[in-house]
């Protein structure tokens, strides 16, 4: 049996439970280990293992990233999982069933670091990188074996061990012959998990497995598979195609695929970017104009500061409301021009955000950009209707240069201050 030793990276055929070489007992063995070059790295409770690298106090504590009480958890760490906490879950909930939590803001500086850090190592392994977030991706190590000297399985497990001793932080590895299955297998031992799923396998680990598995099906996903009487990947398989695609029309097509464990998607590492947002939830329900306006500049801000960052920019700009009763509210203006002008998006987010203010009080505001496209396609014309757009562009460009040279927060405007 082709086996692997995660701690010395020793390669054997050997059905042995530890390590001939150093004789630890983290071994990898499947009888297709050294044939797979399709994985998906996922980082073990990225913001909150970036937390307790940074301070060693809360090693054994439960850590929840996330807003006050009116947000949500962004990530928990395992000691909170073990509770019942997980992303997205309301704060209230979180801290309900693990009352003694260490609730600590986002840091995405610190997390963006790290993630380049990760990705950094990534590259030495292959091109072929799909991010999906800061906190994984999709890698193809296809071709790579006489490169490296070493077939895939073994480069992948090498990069989980330097993101341990480097970095300080630890990922999961999932191993097969497409991108689905990938994905599937990178969650199936976690924290510090390397599974794989080999091509002979594959009908029969699908079988009995639920059709949750599958990325994308969210609540009222289920809830139509449910209806139809689909509960697993064999509930799946007794539906023929036609059929498949006239009750879910284009999903229809992918779950006669999947249902068979096939994906044709390739690991792309120039997937487009649809949009770029950011939004925040608030404490208290509120409809103060001043406060809501110090909010969406600030956002704004960070929407631009990203779109220059990736040399994009958008045609439509979007703003996103939600009121007490949580019934949400979504603007959009296309622009006349494409733009990453924070003083653009600003003004336009705020002329839909005055459109729907009656509305208020509200318990979440975001704004954003969509229709992207290359920054050279961006503020070229400037508003004849507006003289002063293009002295405020200008000003904006000046202060991103102070800012880069001497730090964010060195200049700052004063309504970012409300």
Request: charged content about 30%.
């Amino acid at each position: 049996m082709p086996s692997l030793c995660r701690d010395c990276l020793h390669q054997m055929q050997s059905d042995a439970t530890r390590c001939a070489r150093c004789g630890g007992p983290r071994m990898l063995r499947h009888p297709e280990l050294f044939d797979l070059s399709i994985a998906h790295m996922d980082c073990d409770a990225f913001y909150a293992s970036v937390e307790k690298r940074d301070n060693p106090e809360l090693a054994d504590k439960p850590v929840i990233i996330g807003g006050g009480r009116r947000g949500v958890v962004s990530t928990a760490c395992y000691v909170a999982r073990i509770r019942g906490v997980h992303s997205a879950m309301p704060m209230f909930q979180a801290l309900k069933l693990c009352p003694d939590a260490v609730i600590i803001k986002p840091r995405m500086n610190a997390y963006v670091e790290a993630s380049r850090q990760i990705r950094a190592m990534m590259e030495e392994l292959t091109p072929a990188i799909q991010p999906l977030s800061l906190d994984e991706a999709f890698l193809d190590l296809g071709g790579t074996a006489r490169l490296h000297g070493a077939p895939p399985a073994v480069m992948l497990a090498r990069l989980t061990k330097r993101m341990k001793d480097e970095i300080g932080l630890t990922g999961s590895i999932g191993l097969s012959h497409n991108k689905f299955l990938a994905k599937v297998a990178s969650d199936l031992d976690k924290p510090r998990g390397f599974s794989v799923i080999g091509k002979a396998e594959t009908a029969a680990f699908l079988h009995d497995k639920p059709v949750r598995l599958i990325w994308g099906i969210g609540p009222a996903a289920q809830a139509s598979l449910d209806k139809a009487g689909i509960r697993t990947f064999s509930d799946l398989l007794r539906w023929d195609r036609t059929a498949l695609s006239a009750r879910f029309g284009a999903m229809g097509e992918r779950l006669w695929h999947l249902a068979r464990g096939q994906d044709r998607r390739r690991v792309s590492a120039h997937e487009p970017v649809k949009s770029i947002s950011n939004e925040t939830t608030f404490f208290e329900d509120t409809g103060n104009p001043d406060l809501l306006d110090g909010h969406l500049w600030r956002m704004a801000e960070k929407v631009s500061d990203r779109a220059k960052a990736k040399r994009i920019a958008g045609r439509v700009v979007m703003l996103k409301l939600k009121r007490s009763d949580h019934r949400s509210l979504t603007r959009r203006q296309a622009l006349r021009d494409a733009t990453q002008m924070a003083d653009t998006i600003y003004r336009t987010a705020r002329a839909l955000f005055d459109q729907a203010s009656d509305q208020g009080p509200f318990r979440l505001l975001g704004c954003g950009l969509s229709d992207l496209v290359p920054e050279t396609e961006a503020d070229k014309s400037g508003d004849l209707l507006d003289p002063g757009a293009r002295q405020r562009s200008g000003a904006e460009r000046a202060t991103d240069a102070i800012r880069e040279k001497f730090g964010a927060d060195a200049i700052r405007k004063g309504r970012s201050l409300r």
